[in-house]
């Protein structure tokens, strides 16, 4: 094994015995969402795994140490601190080399899980290609890194900040199936209107893990999109929905926010909107995504 890696001795268990393993990520905690309750929901979602007969494995780098399975007094120092850095795959050995604590962004926990064998990983929702991303070039390195290794993401579709058509093209071009989970449209993070569609519904985790190991198994390469709607209950409105984000990416512009600061800032900006829910949505999202993947991996795990 790596030696920059510490696997938490319960996952490492799961990974010898080749029980379900769900990794999860950090970025959600330090920077997508408010204390305490980033906190709260990192502590819920491991529990839901759990409950739902997986390994959990929240993965994160801790004072330079890469972790693949964090405490829960870790995990509350990355959601406490304001130092945390944001991590994607540029960052990780400066992170390291500096004994930084670092919250890994989809693509970066996506990097670390497959070097450890992790098959299964949830999310809020991926980054993906941004609205004017003709002018800015600015596109989530979430989607290289779900094209090159084999695992699945289970995502309420790509953050509704984005250029959600865009976002879908681009992994078709990079050989990456969305595969809608009992839905064939791509569901908008917040809300499950787009108008757009996924690949292919399934309505099974088992049907899933079943492509999942046919796709590894013939040889071919990359990951695969799990979209999984929002329950209904937590969904946004979308012109509510709609109407923020623009005023959100206007607040952006005028404060010049590009870059990695983008997403979370506008995060940010629409979990303070009085005029939508999308904080207790996002939570209610994620809890949603970390049970599919449960199912995921306790179905892969058969084959
Ligand atoms: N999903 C959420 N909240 C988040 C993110 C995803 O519900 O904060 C994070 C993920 O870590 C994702 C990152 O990888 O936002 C995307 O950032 P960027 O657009 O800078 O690549
Ligand atoms: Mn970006």
């Given at each position: 094994m790596n030696q920059f890696i510490d696997i938490h001795p319960k996952v490492l268990d799961a990974l010898r015995s080749g029980k379900p393993v769900v990794a999860l990520e950090s970025t959600v905690i330090a920077h997508g969402m408010p204390y305490p309750k980033n906190v709260e929901t990192a502590l819920n979602v491991e529990k839901i795994v759990e409950q739902s007969g997986a390994t959990p494995a929240t993965i994160a780098i801790i004072d330079g140490r890469i972790k693949v399975g964090l405490n829960p007094n870790e995990l509350t120092t990355l959601g406490k601190q304001s130092n945390v850095l944001k991590v994607s795959k540029r960052d990780i050995p400066y992170c390291v080399i500096k004994k930084y604590s670092g919250a890994t962004t989809v693509s970066a926990t996506i990097l670390i899980a497959d070097m450890v064998g992790i098959k299964v990983f949830a999310t809020g929702g991926i980054g993906g290609v941004h609205k004017h991303a003709a002018a800015?070039?600015?596109?989530?390195r979430d989607l290289e890194e779900i094209s090159e290794k084999q695992i699945a993401v289970v995502s309420a579709?790509?953050?509704?900040?984005?250029?959600l058509n865009l976002t879908l093209e681009y992994l078709e071009t990079k050989g990456v199936e969305v595969i809608g989970y009992q839905t064939s449209e791509f569901p908008?993070?917040?809300?499950?209107?787009?108008?757009l569609n996924t690949t292919y519904q399934l309505d099974e985790a088992s049907q899933i893990a079943q492509l999942m190991y046919t796709k590894w198994s013939m040889g071919l390469s990359g990951g695969i999109l799990v979209a999984n709607p929002i329950p209904q209950h937590y969904a946004i409105d979308k012109a509510s929905l709609d109407k923020a984000i623009s005023s959100a990416i206007l607040s952006a512009k005028e404060n010049n926010i590009t870059g990695k600061e983008l997403t979370p800032y506008l995060l940010k900006v629409l979990h303070s909107n009085?005029?939508?829910?999308s904080l207790e949505s996002n939570i209610g999202l994620i809890y949603n995504n970390a049970k599919i993947a449960a199912l995921i991996a306790v179905e892969f795990s058969k084959l």
């Open positions: 800015t070039f600015d596109i989530s579709g790509a953050k509704a900040i984005l250029d908008a993070f917040f809300s499950n209107v787009s108008g009085k005029d939508i829910t």
